[in-house]
């Protein structure tokens, strides 16, 4: 129905729209007082109504909400044009989960999707979740190595992917061999499963008594790093996530306009599906609230200006090198956002003068929110409530949630202008744990159920929140994480290395670049090209040393042994 919308009767509900809206001048930095509550000393709960939490498996609670929109278009596949209603994605999920109940995939086993944005991917998600199965999303960029490793870690038993990532695939399952199926999206060969052979099931396998325990049983497994160390599979209940799309969708933050006979939402699917940004405030928003999802596989940005014009985007969720990309590239002209009424930022730190030059260049008009989240808490913890930007903040707590800052020192918490913490976060969102990883599970959530992101905030008189750097070692290359340790278990297997240590520095670009600090074995000739390259074959390309690579005589640690990262950067950035 969406497609049939008459341009006027768009822009005519976009005005109305914009105008609430914030003005340049009404945009502050760190000056909005909100009225937030104070239950416990120096802990923050949101200024916002809670929400009810409906007791439902996560595919239940998408597909009960698409059969309001069953004639809408959902889905647009945006390198094809190929197209699909509410009612055929929820048709085509359950198909999926049938034709995988077929393949013996059954409640508490683990599927892994190896795609890009696309269409499929969603088919696969929903349908595996539908069943009770446990989807864990891999980083299409991925070595064979690293797709090793989730899989074996995740302990999956299928995989689907596409012809084109299926040679890594193939090596991949050479060193985790207990993959039993292997599910091609685009022309299988004859030896593996076709994807769309499956999506052509009658869907009479479907399991009808599958009993979910949306508190308790895991529905997604994205990896993540966390504070610490490498990555981890982190367990999300199907309540965690049912609670997070609820609770964004509370009017005093959700910048979306609802879905009508009118009306539709389109959004532009450029953040990857196998990050949580990407899965959750991305595709799950838009499917259970009924707006229009145009993937596209990767940022091409001749690609994105022209399928931003195409289909017509009028809510577009970003990262900070995308903002840089949109104010700072000549080929990207203010009539860009001419239908777009609202920017999301998130997965880093904008900053302030990056906000300020986007709304210089594309006007005032456009609602822009801010946030702050993370894989283990489903992600979103805070956003900025709607027309009350204050540049460079996370925002407001959004419902259900608490916070407080900690004294990294003492433990305590603290309260407005007393100094950095590290942030904590509470509510029905954080995750249930690390998979098969106790220790580091104590290591992030309390007994009393905080969750420690490992970021270091501080709060201002009016109870603003900002982050100022971090306390955890996580590296963030365009919004994706990278590993220290991984980099650096890498490269001491170089014959030549001795010692080593990776931090992140400033890029305008990518937000943050891995830069290598060396200490070669003595007598070694090695250069820096020389491990650059041995690092570029073994990994992603986010996680190359685009920072560089520098040789030193020894490596700053702490009396336990610990990397002194703060020392390098604060050398770095002198």
């Keep these: 129905m969406a497609s049939r919308l008459a341009p006027v009767i768009r822009c005519l509900t976009l005005n109305q729209c914009r105008r609430s809206s914030p003005t340049l001048s009404q945009i502050k930095v760190g000056s909005k007082k909100y009225s937030t509550t104070v239950r416990e000393e120096n802990v923050l ?34 390198m094809t044009g190929v197209s699909y209603t509410h009612d055929e994605v929820r048709s085509l999920c359950m198909k999926l989960g049938s034709a995988l109940t077929r393949l013996d995939i059954t409640q508490g ?5 190896v795609l890009p944005n696309c269409p499929e991917f969603a088919f696969t998600f929903m349908g595996g979740v539908s069943i009770g199965a446990c989807v864990t999303t891999i980083n299409c960029t991925y070595t064979a190595e690293e797709i090793a490793h989730q899989l074996a870690n995740s302990g999956a038993s299928a995989v689907v992917t596409n012809k084109v990532l299926l040679p890594k695939i193939k090596d991949a399952s050479k060193i985790y061999k207990s993959i039993r199926h292997i599910i091609v999206s685009g022309h299988a060969e004859e030896n593996l499963i076709s994807m769309e052979n499956l999506l052509k099931d009658d869907g009479k396998a479907f399991p009808q008594n599958v009993q979910i325990n949306p508190a308790k049983d895991v529905a997604v497994l994205p990896y993540s790093s966390g504070t610490t160390g490498l990555p981890k599979g982190v367990m999300l209940t199907h309540r965690n996530l049912v609670a997070n ?6 009017p005093g933050i959700s910048c979306a306009i609802p879905t009508s006979d009118t009306y539709q939402e389109v959004y532009l699917g450029i953040l990857p599906f196998f990050h949580i940004y990407g899965m959750i405030p991305c595709l799950a928003y838009s ?10 596989p990767t940022f091409d940005p001749k690609v994105f200006i022209s399928s931003m014009k195409k289909y017509k985007v009028t809510f577009l969720h970003t990262v900070p090198p995308i903002i840089n990309f949109m104010t700072h590239n000549e080929h990207v002209q203010r009539d860009l956002l001419s239908l777009t009424h609202h920017v999301t930022c998130g997965a880093a730190p904008v900053g302030a003068t990056l906000i300020f030059e986007f709304f210089k260049k594309f006007g005032d008009e456009i609602s822009f929110q801010e ?10 913890t805070h956003l900025t409530p709607k027309n009350n930007l204050v540049a460079g903040s996370t925002g407001l707590l959004i419902p259900n949630t608490e916070a407080k800052i900690v004294d990294i020192n003492t433990g305590q918490s603290m309260g407005p202008d007393e100094g950095e913490g590290e942030l904590c976060v509470r509510g029905p969102q954080v995750m249930k744990g690390y998979y098969r990883n106790e220790d580091a599970t104590k290591n992030t959530i309390d007994k009393d159920g905080w969750l420690h992101t490992g970021d270091i905030a501080r709060m201002d008189e009016n109870e603003n929140i900002f982050i100022v750097d971090r306390l955890k070692e996580l590296i963030k290359v365009k919004g994706l994480q990278v590993a220290p340790a991984e980099l650096e278990d890498l490269i001491r297997k170089h014959p030549d290395v001795a010692d080593v240590a990776v931090i992140g520095l400033p890029d305008v670009r990518a937000g943050e670049v891995p830069r290598a600090y060396v200490v070669p074995v003595p007598g070694s000739s090695i250069t820096d090209q020389a491990i650059a390259e041995f690092v570029e074959r073994e990994v992603a390309p986010h996680k190359k040393l685009t920072g560089g690579v520098h040789f ?3 490596i700053p640690k702490s009396a336990t042994g610990k990397i002194l990262r703060r020392e390098l950067k604060a050398a770095a950035l002198a």
């Design 552 to 554: 030193t005589d020894c």
């Design 109 to 113: 086993d683990r599927v892994a999707i």
């Design 371 to 380: 946030g702050f989240g993370m894989t283990e808490s489903s992600p979103v």
């Design 245 to 250: 799309l609820q609770q964004v969708q509370h």
């Design 287 to 296: 499917l259970c609230s009924g707006g229009r999802i145009v993937t596209l």
């Design 45 to 78: 709960v949101s200024p916002f109504t809670d929400v009810e939490i409906p007791d439902l498996p996560f595919a239940n609670y998408v597909f009960d909400s698409q059969e309001k929109y069953g004639g809408h278009t959902a889905l647009v596949d945006g």
